[in-house]
């Protein structure tokens, strides 16, 4: 099994920037990429952005293209999800989701393992 724990929530002003961490630990070696989702109230949950854990190669919900970075730190078995510029619009749960294909998953779908997820609210 997979544990996949998220940190890094929590209430923050617009404009101001916020880093989530997922630590992966148990079976991790067929956990190929890592990505990030989150749900807003009464929305559905939407893809962020995701990455291979060797950090070769990112994916991005094209909304959040220059504002959000996704890293890997396999030594640590960590990815971050560093968020600038936040707006109130950003106020979700984000979930942390790890995948076994071949290629980064858009798609809830495409995830097998799932965090129970870090509250971030931005206020105006």
């Known amino acids: 099994q997979v544990q996949l724990v998220e940190s890094g929530g929590g209430l923050v002003q617009a404009g101001d920037s916020l880093r989530l961490s997922c630590a992966a630990s148990?079976?991790?070696?067929?956990?190929?990429?890592v990505g990030w989702f989150r749900q807003a109230p009464g929305k559905e949950r939407e893809f962020v952005a995701g990455?291979?854990?060797?950090?070769?190669?990112?994916e991005y919900a094209d909304s959040l293209k220059g504002r959000f970075t996704i890293s890997s730190d396999n030594t640590k078995n960590t990815v971050y999800l560093q968020m600038n510029s936040l707006k109130p619009e950003d106020t979700a749960v984000y979930y942390c989701?790890?995948?076994?294909?071949?290629?980064?998953?858009?798609?809830?779908?495409?995830?097998?393992?799932w965090g129970q997820g870090t509250q971030v609210t931005v206020s105006s």
């Open positions: 148990g079976r991790t070696f067929n956990m190929y990429f």
């Open positions: 989701a790890g995948g076994s294909s071949g290629y980064i998953g858009t798609r809830q779908s495409e995830y097998a393992y």
């Open positions: 990455v291979r854990r060797s950090g070769s190669s990112t």
